[in-house]
T-cell receptor, first 116, second 115 residues
Framework: SAVISQKPSRDICQRGTSLTIQCQVD?????MFWYRQQPGQSLTLIAT?????????ESGFVIDKFPISRPNLTFSTLTVSNMSPEDSSIYLC?????????????FGQGTRLTVV | AQSVTQLGSHVSVSEGALVLLRCNYS??????LFWYVQYPNQGLQLLLK??????LVKGINGFEAEFKKSETSFHLTKPSAHMSDAAEYFC?????????????FGTGTRLKVLA
C-alpha cells in the first residue's frame, strides 16, 4: 500500500488568511484527490488533480477558493483561500491504487483546520 | 447519481458482542463498495472492498461484509468486538471505470466498545 503524508496535520488560522496543505506520496501516481470532511458530515470530493493538467473541481467547489497544484507525480497542494469559520474541516488527500488491478484509493492522515 | 447511507452515527457494543454497522447504497451501475476505518488523528485505512467478485468479503481485523444487491446493502460485521475496534467507520461507493477513485462516502458511524 502507498504511504501518503500530509502537512500540516492541524492548524488554527485567522479568518481572511490562506493555508496551503501539502500531500506527498511515496510512489508516482497519476491521479490524486482532495476531500473535505466538515464537522459531523461525510467526506466530500473537492477536486481531482492530475499531473500536467488543471485540476477538475466538483460541483460547489471553485478554483479561486481552492487552488490546487500538481507539479509532479508524487506531490500536490491544496490552498484554502480567504478562509472563514465555515472552512473549518478536515482536508484529506488521496491517491489511486498503485498496482495494476488495484481498485482502492489510499488516504493521507488529514489536515484538521480550524478558522477563528 | 450514487449515494451512500449509513444508519446510526453512533453505535455502542459491549466487548465480545457482535458488531453490525449498516450501509445502504444507491447506484445505477454495478458499484465498487468499500469500508474504511479512521482511528483518532489518523487517515483512512481500508478494511475491505467489494468489486463484483464474491459477495461475502473478508477484511482485516476480523471484519467482513456481505454485498446484497436485492437489498442494496453492504453491512459490516464482526463476531466479537474488541476494545481496539473503537473508531469511526465509513462506507463508500464508486462507479468503477474512469470514476473508480472518486468516492462517495457515507456520513460515518462512530463505534464505541464498552468494557
Amino acid at each position: 500500500s502507498a504511504v501518503i503524508s500530509q502537512k500540516p496535520s492541524r492548524d488554527i488560522c485567522q479568518r481572511g488568511t490562506s493555508l496551503t496543505i501539502q500531500c506527498q506520496v511515496d510512489s508516482q501516481v497519476t491521479m490524486m484527490f482532495w476531500y473535505r470532511q466538515q464537522p459531523g458530515q461525510s467526506l466530500t470530493l473537492i477536486a481531482t488533480a492530475n499531473q500536467g493538467s488543471e485540476a477538475t473541481y466538483e460541483s460547489g467547489f471553485v478554483i479561486d477558493k481552492f487552488p490546487i497544484s500538481r507539479p509532479n507525480l508524487t506531490f500536490s497542494t491544496l490552498t484554502v483561500s480567504n478562509m472563514s469559520p465555515e472552512d473549518s474541516s478536515i482536508y484529506l488527500c488521496s491517491a489511486e491504487g498503485l498496482s495494476r488491478g488495484n481498485t482502492e484509493a489510499f488516504f493521507g492522515q488529514g489536515t484538521r483546520l480550524t478558522v477563528v | 447519481a450514487q449515494s451512500v447511507t449509513q444508519l446510526g452515527s453512533h453505535v455502542s457494543v459491549s466487548e465480545g458482542a457482535l458488531v453490525l454497522l449498516r450501509c445502504n447504497y444507491s447506484s445505477s451501475v454495478p458499484p465498487y463498495l468499500f469500508w474504511y476505518v479512521q482511528y483518532p488523528n489518523q487517515g483512512l485505512q481500508l478494511l475491505l472492498k467489494y468489486t463484483s467478485a464474491a459477495t461475502l468479503v473478508k477484511g482485516i481485523n476480523g471484519f467482513e461484509a456481505e454485498f446484497k444487491k436485492s437489498e442494496t446493502s453492504f453491512h459490516l460485521t464482526k463476531p466479537s468486538a474488541h476494545m481496539s475496534d473503537a473508531a469511526e467507520y465509513f462506507c463508500a461507493v464508486s462507479p468503477g471505470g474512469s470514476g473508480t477513485y472518486k468516492y462517495i462516502f457515507g456520513t460515518g458511524t462512530r463505534l464505541k466498545v464498552l468494557a
